[in-house]
């Protein structure tokens, strides 16, 4: 029975889904919110809200339209980018940021090995010669550590545009020189 965060008010409640996964409302809110399980990790998305494609292709460009970038994510990394600019544009900025950890995670993982967390890949990445011109993003990420390991924080519109447009900025660069 895990806790987990409304996407929408921010409240935490704690949810009955040893099925595995399903829909749950937020009590204080009534907001609804699909809950995933992968493994020991639960995934939340938010549930009845409609974002057309074309706002989708709006947030993730210049990636989405450049396949020599976007071919070369796998189908997790295009999932949860897609899922990032769906809870960005329905206001849900925390998913949104967490949605950006998890793509980056999982391409830095195929780059440079191991199954670590995001602290450990940033450092990689700062001492990485090739991803010298992106060392603006890479800094941004490095000050974010601390707050991905506090799940508690609630980010606000400017943070999680800021984290989609240094996400987008680091994927493409680490295709371009690593892929
Ligand atoms: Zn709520």
């Not at 009845?48 to 976007?70: A, K, N, R």
């Not at 998890?102 to 001492?127: H, P």
Request: net charge negative.
């Amino acid at each position: 029975m895990p806790d987990i965060r409304c996407w929408k008010c921010g409240k935490e409640y704690r949810v009955d889904v040893c099925f595995g996964g399903g829909i749950v409302a937020c009590p204080h809110c009534n907001v609804k919110t699909r809950v995933t399980k992968t493994g020991v990790l639960y995934y939340t998305e938010p549930v009845g809200v409609f974002v057309s494609d074309v706002t989708i292709m709006e947030l993730l460009e210049p990636i989405i339209t450049d396949p020599d970038v976007w071919n070369k994510l796998n189908d997790i990394e295009q999932e949860r980018l897609t899922e990032a600019a769906k809870c960005y544009a329905v206001g849900a900025y925390t998913a949104c940021e967490s949605m950006c950890y998890d793509a980056l995670v999982s391409l830095l993982r195929r780059i440079y090995g191991e199954r670590r967390e995001l602290g450990y890949y940033v450092q990689q990445m700062e001492n990485d010669p090739d991803l010298r011109e992106v060392r603006g993003a890479i800094a941004y990420f490095a000050s974010k550590r601390h707050e991905v390991d506090h799940p508690d924080r609630i980010a606000d519109k400017i943070e999680a545009e800021s984290t989609l447009t240094m996400t987008k900025r680091l994927i493409r660069e680490i295709i371009m020189k690593k892929v």
